[in-house]
């Protein structure tokens, strides 16, 4: 639980119920170890603005085999 956004709901007077649950993790079928899933940075490429450039440079490329070019 965490415990600061609880506090702030408390504060609000917007929380209902508040405990604490323990639940399983999925794990490796192979090792036997958690599998979890962790927040990341991402970031992402606004491929509208460059994709006539690449459609350009494409062409220049030699592909192998040729098919992969389209």
């Excluded at 965490?2 to 917007?14: G, S, Y």
């Excluded at 079928?29 to 927040?39: I, Q, V």
């Excluded at 940075?41 to 070019?69: C, G, M, R, Y």
Aim: positive net charge; hydrophobic residues 35%; glycine residues 0%.
């Amino acid at each position: 639980m965490d415990r600061k956004i609880v506090e702030f709901l408390e504060k609000q007077n917007k929380i209902f119920n508040k405990k604490n649950l323990r639940h399983s993790y999925p794990t490796c079928w192979r090792c036997d170890t958690p599998l979890l899933n962790y927040a990341t940075k991402t970031w992402f490429i606004a491929v509208e603005k460059v994709k006539d450039k690449l459609l350009k440079n494409n062409k220049k490329i030699n592909w192998t085999p040729k098919h992969l070019q389209e």
